[in-house]
């Protein structure tokens, strides 16, 4: 099956929606036993180093997610993860499971050029939050391994501590396909953390094309990390960015840079006020920061707690997620059907003519657009 048929078709709209605890029963009336076994789909699990692993039913690894299996969970996202279309349907069946129980954390985006310390941050002030009680987890966007496979938060060493840390779970960006593709996969990535009891989870993204916005349309809160000094172009920050985020945090406030840092600080503290806020009535605010020393994190963590009480209490923060949900599906169908257009028989025989007709100014350019549309409707 052609991956740009499938949405809308899988078992999201045909399964009987079931409690999720009981997930180990065998659902009757499942569709599509992709090995041939009646009413239980199982899945091998994709593995990238080639052998394969024992198989488990989506039954049981939804299961494991809920009780917060670190293994099971794993697990889970390699499927959602996997590009194989046999995998997508068992995929979507393991999010309708654990749908019911996902939505309960505090999703945060923290984006800024390579350098200003996100990775230092994250273990920062990850490192406060766990030993405060609370489960995180951490994933990240990244444009570049989109393209070439690797990925940042992929090297561990990072964020040794927290890595290390029982109440952590950090997961490298997903790779391979389209921006997209990676969206779905993360947006589906934290559904499952959710399912799996972290109640915060972040998720980092290297500022490259349109990775920010990708990141801003699955997260409450958005955060833009800055180097002290330079200004946002010297710094490679994108116009619009700023507009983007809930909160500046200027980071390396400390040493030789803090007292750049703090100017810096006031600098954007004003050119905040002239800016459309990134959500509805909240003042982004301008915070320095040291995520060397940790001084300043607690400030931080307590502007996103102020941002929540903000958010919650006007019903922003629920409606916010509402329509992200509703724009993301309908972007996924405005994606697959340019895809099926494009990939479409008649459509590929008539587009060299009607566009070399139309490049040489013999037939207007809607006129030839009408014919392609009508012909991928035909057929
Ligand atoms: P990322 O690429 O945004 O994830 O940045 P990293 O966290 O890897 O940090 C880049 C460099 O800046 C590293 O050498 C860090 O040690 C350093 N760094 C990060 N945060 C701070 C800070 O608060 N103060 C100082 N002085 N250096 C920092």
């Known amino acids: 099956m052609a991956r740009a048929t499938m949405v809308g078709r899988g078992p999201m709209s045909t399964l009987p929606v079931e409690d999720p605890r009981h997930a ?8 599509g036993g992709h090995d041939g076994l009646p009413g239980q789909m199982r899945v091998v699990v994709p593995v990238s180093h080639h052998h394969r692993r024992r ?79 609370h489960k995180l987890a951490v994933t990240a966007v990244d444009p570049s391994s989109i393209l070439t496979g690797g990925s940042i938060l992929g090297d561990k060493t990072r964020m040794e501590k927290l890595s290390a840390h029982p109440s952590a779970f950090i997961r490298p960006s997903p790779s391979g396909g389209a921006l997209g593709g990676v969206a779905r996969k993360t947006r589906e990535t934290i559904l499952l953390f959710e399912a799996a009891g972290y109640d915060v989870v972040l998720v980092e993204t290297v500022g490259v094309g349109q990775s920010e916005v990708t990141v801003r349309s699955m997260v409450d809160f958005f955060l833009l990390v800055l180097a002290p000094g330079a200004g946002d172009e010297l710094q490679g920050i994108k116009k619009g960015v ?48 040291s995520a060397m020393s940790g001084e300043g994190l607690p400030e931080l963590w307590m ?36 895809e099926r257009f494009f990939a479409h028989p008649q459509v590929q025989a008539l587009l060299p003519e009607l566009e070399q007709a139309v490049v040489g100014g013999t037939l207007p350019a809607a006129s030839a657009a009408a014919r392609l549309l009508k012909a991928f409707d035909e057929a």
Do not use: C
């Open 55 to 133: 198989s488990i039913p989506v039954a049981d690894l939804a299961e494991g997610v809920l009780a917060g299996d670190r293994v099971m969970l794993a697990r889970a996202i390699t499927l959602v993860e996997s590009n194989a279309p046999a995998h997508f349907e068992q995929a979507q069946e393991l999010i309708t499971r654990i749908l019911p129980r996902a939505g309960g954390s505090v999703r945060v985006g923290i984006t800024g050029v390579p350098g200003a310390g996100k990775s230092t941050l994250i273990e920062a002030l990850g490192m406060t939050l766990v030993e405060a009680g």
């Open 242 to 289: 700023v507009e983007l985020a809930d909160a500046v945090l200027i980071n390396k406030a400390d040493g030789a840079s803090r007292n750049l840092a703090l100017l810096s600080r006031a600098d954007y503290e004003r050119a905040l006020h002239y800016i459309q806020p990134s959500t509805e009535g909240w003042m982004t605010p301008a915070l320095a920061a």
């Open 303 to 338: 502007k996103v707690q102020a941002f929540l009480d903000h958010t919650r209490g006007r019903g922003l923060f629920e409606q916010r997620r509402r329509d992200q949900e509703r724009a993301w599906m309908r972007a996924m169908v405005e994606e697959q059907l340019k």
């Open 24 to 31: 180990l029963n065998v659902m009757p009336g499942v569709k």
